[in-house]
């Protein structure tokens, strides 16, 4: 059922009402006439809604942005899909100007703040020509949070922008390499008017910053609830702002404000229980007491592929790249099936980055295989070495290795996944194309990946049922941690990164417990003696961010603020889409402007960032 504010009206037509135009010429169809439109609060809220409407979009969490991009520019993902150059490149970290994906990208965040700049210029048309007077304080209000809201919004898409295509990460800048954005605060109306230069770091980060601070006054106080609660509140901007102050370096504002939030927002981390199943479409985790800014996505039966199909407003299909495997209906890893179009698994090292230390598992004969019965996924003729397997149940029980391993990840013969509703559940599996190889582990997503439907089956499938979480409270835990670390409170900072371990292995956030990091240095999951990582191994604020937030998309933004591309790609090493080794240029830390904004805009065409032709 579409039942929030994301699933408003999202395509607006010329509204009845409004005036003939004195020429008799036919108007467009496919536009509002701004002058005289929006004339009440109703349509109003109709414009603020196609400013959410791009979160959804298939560049962006609709599909592309998270799957295609960011899994695999930060080797979350193991991509076998070799038939994409824009998909190739993300898993080279070596980006082309044509790249479509950056071109994406681009376009719907500029679409974005067209549609926040169009519902503030809407907000002053209705205060102007419709608002009542006198005005009741209700009527006030309801503008101002509208306000508030495209305020934010139009914040958030200027802050994804900068952090992929401003200079800000360049490593070793010149006096040159001090470029941002274009800044567009205004509705363009004319191809003129659309021709703006990139503005400096400085500038787009005042934006960003003084759009946000507008937002939190018009917002404050304000709880949405009902079918409005996932409307941004005050809690979500001022997260986002304390992270606008962490990812510019100013950490007393940063502190002040991230301390608020935890302070005062009534937010808490969620138990590890619902924790563990918060990411794969449990109705009953959704909007819980650790969300402060989340994408709803209403599951749809009848989705067939989600925003290119049948319920474009409420259905995201990241999950036909997620997808896990199954074992296959003989019962083997051979003929195993993925639920989905099966071209990602978890790159391997991500295993052992959580700290999995017990290598790969043999297949034995099935003691228990029944041969009365076809061999199948819940009869098959081998089985997981069950000594190994039981390690494996140990290993979690026992917790020796970081539980957000499967929060994350679904581990082949001990986790499940429904196949075909009507057949239950079957046992994950590796994938078909790493069968038979010991070296491999081949675990899936469990991190929204449908694991409770086959996205192939039509109807029944391609619509996923998980809530996206853009911003929650671990996320700002962990910032406000970055902030102490670096402003000179380092215990400070060291128990915040402990809070929220702690919160993984089950213990009482606040108290301290036998899994506490002793120092800023301490040993992390990422020293894993089969496979030690150099950087995140004994930097638990590096680590903490890797581990907690995996595939949220949040670690490109760290590995470009921190300079980490280099190390990353000595640490994965290799990818199935990739040219091997990977590799990370200088010049990925700032993505290319798209070649058609540089065709299209005069004014950015000498502006390119370095590295790029």
Known sequence: MIKK??????????????????????????VYLSGNYPANLDQLNSVLATCYSNLRDPNLFGFNFLPKVLANCTHTANSAYNDN?????MANTNLQVSNSYVQGAWAVLYAGIKNCNTTLQGADTYEKNY????????????????????????????????????????????????????????????????????AGIKSVWALIESDLTKAAGLLHGKVWTGNEIGRVGEWAVKGLLGKAYVFTKDYTNAKTTLLDVISNSGRALMPYAKYRDAFIGITANEFNEESLFELNIDFNAQGNYGVYGNAPNSTSINGLIWSPWVLGNDGTEAASNPLGYGNEVIHDNNVLRYGYTLGGYNLVTNPNFNNSKPASALNP???????YKQKA?????????DPRIYVSMLQPWLDSAINVPSDGFFPVSKPAFFAGQFDKYGWSFRKYAPIFSNVNNVPGGQADGANLYL?????????YAEACINSGEG??????????????????????????????????????????????????LYYERWAELFN?????????????????????????????????????YAWPIPLAEINANSKIANQQNPGYQ
């Open 131 to 198: 608002a009542p007077n006198p005005r009741p304080q209700g009527d006030v209000d309801a503008v101002n949070y509208v306000r508030g809201q495209a305020y934010f919004l139009r914040a958030y898409y200027y802050f994804q922008l900068e952090n992929l295509f401003g200079q800000d990460n360049v490593p070793n800048p010149g006096a040159g390499d001090t470029l941002g954005v274009p800044i567009v605060t205004v509705k363009d109306t004319t191809i003129i008017s659309t021709q703006r230069p990139r």
């Open 471 to 479: 911003l929650r409270l671990a996320d700002v835990y962990l910032l």
């Open 381 to 387: 003729p081998k089985v997981m070495d069950p000594v």
């Open 5 to 30: 504010i994301f699933s408003l009206l999202m395509t607006l037509a010329v509204i009845a009402g409004c005036k003939k135009d004195p020429s008799g010429a036919v108007l467009p169809t496919n």
């Open 491 to 540: 215990p400070k900072g060291l128990e915040y990164l402990n809070k929220v371990k702690r919160r993984a292995y089950g213990y009482p956030v606040d108290q301290s417990s036998p899994v506490d990091y002793a120092s800023l240095n301490a040993t992390t999951s990422a020293a894993n003696p089969l496979y030690p990582d150099p950087v995140l191994g004994n930097n638990p």
């Open 552 to 588: 949220e998309g949040h670690w490109w933004y760290d590995v470009c603020r921190w300079h980490l591309g280099k190390s990353e790609a000595s640490y994965f090493v290799t990818a199935l889409n990739a040219d091997n080794p990977i590799s990370f240029p200088d010049k990925t």
């Open 393 to 401: 149940l140990d290993a979690r029980a026992n917790k020796t290795v």
């Open 85 to 89: 150059s824009g998909w190739h490149e």
